[in-house]
C-alpha cells in the first residue's frame, strides 16, 4: 500500500459524458501528479500540483481539468469523454515539488463505451 | 523532446536465469533515473533510483541497475529470477533543468517480464 488512494477504481461511461476522478496523496505530501497510461501512448504525464498551485503542464487535453484543494486530495475533470480517452489514470504524490521519491495510488480505470 | 527507450516488449525467462532489461533516454542533461515495477492489478512500485555517486545502484528485492552516462543508459538487471518477479518494469527518467525543480517523470513504454517456475 503507496498510501495514495484514488477513487473509483473503475468506471465505465458513454462517450460526451464527464467524469471526476479522485485522488488523496499520501499523508503529509504536498504534491500531486496526474499520469494516463494506455495502451497505444504509455504512461503520459499530465498535470502536477503542489500545495494547492499548479505548477506543471504536461500532454493533458484542453476537455480535461484538474485541481487540487486546501486539504491536498486532488480531482481530474475529463469532459466530452471520447473512446480513446479509455485509459488507466494513475495519480501519485511526493513531499515536495521535485518529487525525489513519488507514490503511485492504483490507479482508476476508465472505460469509455 | 525528451524520450525513453525500453529495448524490450516482452521477456520471458526460466526462474534463475539471470535478466537485464535496458533502458536508454534522449536528454543531454543531468537526470535522476528511476525503475518501477508494476505487478499485476497493482500500483507502480519503486525499484531503485539514481540521483548521483557511485553508478551503480542497488534496489529492492535483489535489482541492481548500473548509469553509464556515456551511453545514457541505466539497464536493470537481477541474477537470479524468480517467478514472483512477474511483472512490467517501467525505466523513467526525471530532467533537472537549471533552476527546475519539477518532480515530472518521462517513462519508457515498459517491458513485460515473465518468469516461468
Known amino acids: 500500500d503507496s498510501g495514495v488512494t484514488q477513487t473509483p477504481k473503475h468506471l465505465i461511461t458513454a462517450t460526451g459524458q464527464r467524469v471526476t476522478l479522485r485522488c488523496s496523496p499520501r499523508?503529509?505530501?504536498?504534491?500531486v501528479y496526474w499520469y494516463q497510461q494506455s495502451l497505444d501512448q504509455g504512461l503520459q504525464f499530465l498535470i502536477q500540483y503542489y500545495n494547492g498551485e499548479e505548477r506543471a503542464k504536461g500532454n493533458i487535453l484542453e476537455r480535461f481539468s484538474a485541481q487540487q484543494f486546501p486539504d491536498l486530495h486532488s480531482e481530474l475533470n475529463l469532459s466530452s469523454l471520447e473512446l480513446g480517452d479509455s485509459a488507466l489514470y494513475f495519480c501519485?504524490?511526493?513531499?515536495?515539488?521535485?518529487?525525489?521519491?513519488?507514490?503511485f495510488g492504483e490507479g482508476s480505470w476508465l472505460t469509455v463505451v | 523532446a525528451q524520450s525513453v527507450s525500453q529495448h524490450n516488449h516482452h521477456v520471458i525467462l526460466s526462474e534463475a536465469a539471470s535478466l537485464e532489461l535496458g533502458c536508454n533516454y534522449s536528454?543531454?542533461?543531468?537526470?535522476?533515473l528511476f525503475w518501477y515495477v508494476q505487478y499485476p492489478g497493482q500500483h507502480l512500485q519503486l525499484l531503485l533510483k539514481y540521483f548521483s555517486g557511485d553508478p551503480l545502484v542497488k534496489g529492492i528485492k535483489g535489482f541492481e541497475a548500473e548509469f553509464i552516462k556515456s551511453k545514457f543508459s541505466f539497464n536493470l538487471r537481477k541474477p537470479s529470477v524468480q517467478w514472483s518477479d512477474t511483472a512490467e518494469y517501467f525505466c523513467?527518467?526525471?530532467?533537472?533543468?537549471?533552476?527546475?525543480?519539477?518532480?515530472?517523470?518521462?517513462f519508457g513504454r515498459g517491458t513485460q517480464l515473465t518468469v516461468w517456475p
Open positions: 501519485a504524490s511526493s513531499l515536495t515539488t521535485s518529487g525525489n521519491t513519488i507514490y
Open positions: 499523508s503529509g505530501d504536498l504534491s
Open positions: 523513467a527518467v526525471k530532467r533537472l533543468d537549471r533552476g527546475s525543480t519539477l518532480g515530472r517523470l518521462y
Open positions: 536528454y543531454g542533461g543531468t537526470v535522476n
